[in-house]
């Protein structure tokens, strides 16, 4: 490996790191997406079409999101007194202790670096750069 390209070992870091990522958290009943909901609703409760905006997804994605989330017991849905349309969504205790313990999700799945700041300085670099050049 140390005679690959720099784009090639990025790629394979990328890969192997999702599927650590992904392992780790469905050992809690998570998936990315259910994380970045439990992220959003830490100062409090949102409804569906604003989680979904927040998440950058549709509101029907989100709606299989929230329904996971629910069945796991890390949610809860309670209908709007204002709008009976809507819900309010809530992060549980259940939810809450699960976030707690996906926070160290990433010092656990993946090595310790010598300087894990000039690495992800450099990530942001290619993101930034690979961004600019597709949009």
Same mark, same amino acid.
């Given at each position: 490996?140390?005679?690959?390209?720099?784009?090639?070992?990025?790629? !394979?870091?990328? +890969?192997?790191?999702? %599927?650590?990522?992904?392992?780790?958290?469905? *050992?809690?009943?998570?998936? %990315?997406?259910?994380?970045?909901? #439990?992220?959003?609703?830490?100062?409090?409760?949102?409804? &569906?079409?604003?989680?979904? *905006?927040?998440? /950058?997804?549709? !509101? &029907?994605?989100?709606? /299989?999101? #929230?329904?996971?989330?629910?069945?796991?017991?890390?949610?809860?849905?309670?209908?709007?007194?204002?709008?009976?349309? *809507? %819900?309010?969504? !809530? +992060?549980?205790?259940?939810? !809450?202790?699960?976030? %707690?313990?996906?926070?160290?999700?990433?010092?656990?799945?993946?090595? =310790?670096?010598?300087?894990?700041?000039?690495? /992800?300085? =450099?990530?942001?670099?290619?993101?930034?750069?690979?961004? =600019? /050049? +597709?949009?």
């Amino acid at each position: 490996m140390s005679d690959w390209p720099t784009g090639r070992l990025l790629s !394979t870091a990328a +890969r192997l790191v999702e %599927h650590a990522w992904i392992e780790a958290l469905g *050992r809690l009943g998570l998936t %990315h997406a259910g994380l970045i909901v #439990l992220h959003l609703l830490g100062p409090g409760p949102l409804n &569906q079409t604003e989680l979904a *905006r927040a998440a /950058r997804v549709q !509101t &029907q994605t989100m709606s /299989r999101t #929230l329904e996971r989330l629910e069945r796991e017991g890390y949610v809860a849905r309670v209908r709007d007194e204002r709008d009976q349309r *809507r %819900h309010s969504v !809530t +992060r549980t205790e259940a939810g !809450t202790a699960v976030w %707690h313990q996906a926070g160290t999700l990433e010092a656990d799945v993946f090595p =310790a670096l010598n300087d894990a700041a000039v690495l /992800r300085d =450099a990530l942001l670099g290619i993101i930034s750069a690979s961004s =600019a /050049r +597709r949009w």
